[in-house]
């Protein structure tokens, strides 16, 4: 169950990160990142390099916590289950952005 649950969080930080690039690419008024440690490394390396970062970050984390027996499996799923469900919400309201802008999920 915890490599579905990496492999689904895995999966929605990608619709997360390419929904964020949509809305954030050509800066529009009122539109905004609302998590501050990624707004901080937007402004300090760029969107784009940002966004490769955060990625980088997230499967080698993901990596760790399939991988290590420091964790026990019962934690392992409720943080699986905890950041599926925020990432998840990020990823609702991207969509929500997008559509309001009239912007194009595709990136045209």
């Known amino acids: 169950m915890v490599i579905v649950l990496t ?4 999966l ?15 800066p529009l008024e009122g539109v905004s990142e ?4 990624s707004r901080w490394l937007f402004a300090g ?3 784009e390099p940002g966004l ?8 080698v984390g993901m990596t760790f916590l399939v ?8 934690l392992k799923l409720l943080f699986l289950s905890v950041v599926l469900f925020g990432t998840g919400y990020a990823v609702h309201n991207n969509l ?3 559509q309001q802008l ?3 999920v595709l990136g045209g």
């Open 52 to 59: 490769w970062l955060d990625s980088l970050v997230t499967v």
């Open 12 to 26: 929605v930080s990608a619709a997360d990160h390419w929904t964020t690039f949509i809305c954030l690419r050509n």
């Open 45 to 47: 390396i760029g969107l």
């Open 96 to 98: 929500g952005a997008i």
């Open 34 to 37: 609302a998590n501050p440690l």
């Open 102 to 104: 009239g912007l194009s």
């Open 67 to 74: 991988k290590t027996r420091l964790v026990p499996e019962e």
């Open 7 to 10: 492999l689904l969080v895995l």
